[in-house]
């Protein structure tokens, strides 16, 4: 085994960083402008308004997942539209929404894909699922609806 211990050889169980790799931080906006002074073009660079960001999250205790798979399937698709909502919105989520967004499960488990979506081939739902399977379909774009999952996820 080399024993090199050159610049770019790190030992496996080597926590430190590497002090001569950064990245320099860009000054902030109000170093490079004088809240007085104008740009080079003239005007005065608009001000953003500051990221609100959400506290974190902890469960306090069970998931609390819906009884049978369309209440299950419904609690996916409230999810699926908050997130959007909260999206557009630009906001953070409340205590409430990100309760919310933890009942979300997907849709991978056999009862949930099986009848959420038309088959191949078919125009209608099963039995029963129409009204879920409608509201999926409205909840998302064609391109979401038609999604394959990405690979390694749940």
Same mark, same amino acid.
């Given at each position: 085994?080399? +024993?090199? +211990?050159?610049?770019?050889?790190?030992?496996?169980?080597?926590?430190?960083?590497?002090? @001569?790799w @950064?990245?320099?931080?860009?000054?902030?906006? @109000?170093?490079?402008? $004088? $809240?007085?002074?104008?740009?080079? $073009?003239?005007?005065t660079?608009?001000?953003?308004?500051p990221?609100?960001? #959400?506290s974190?999250?902890?469960? &306090?205790?069970?998931?609390?997942l819906?009884? !049978?798979?369309?209440?299950?399937?419904? $609690?996916?698709?409230?999810?699926? +539209?908050?997130?959007?909502?909260l999206e557009?919105? !630009?906001?953070?989520?409340?205590?409430?929404?990100?309760?919310?967004?933890?009942?979300?499960v #997907?849709? #991978?488990?056999?009862?949930? &894909?099986?009848?959420?979506?038309?088959?191949? !081939?078919e125009?209608?739902f099963? /039995?029963g699922?129409?009204?879920?399977?409608?509201?999926?379909?409205?909840?998302?774009?064609a391109a979401?609806? /038609?999604?394959?999952?990405?690979s !390694?996820?749940?």
């Open positions: 085994m080399p +024993t090199d +211990t050159g610049e770019f050889t790190l030992s496996l169980f080597d926590n430190t960083a590497l002090p @001569s @950064s990245c320099p931080t860009p000054p902030a906006a @109000s170093v490079l402008f $004088d $809240d007085e002074e104008a740009n080079a $073009d003239g005007e660079p608009p001000v953003s308004a990221v609100v960001r #959400g974190n999250f902890h469960l &306090a205790a069970d998931r609390d819906a009884p !049978g798979w369309p209440a299950r399937a419904r $609690d996916n698709i409230a999810a699926i +539209t908050l997130s959007k909502a557009q919105s !630009g906001r953070a989520a409340t205590r409430d929404e990100q309760a919310q967004l933890l009942r979300f #997907g849709f #991978g488990a056999t009862e949930l &894909a099986q009848t959420c979506f038309r088959r191949p !081939g125009d209608a099963r /039995s699922w129409q009204e879920i399977g409608a509201a999926l379909e409205a909840a998302v774009t979401e609806y /038609s999604a394959e999952p990405i !390694g996820t749940v």
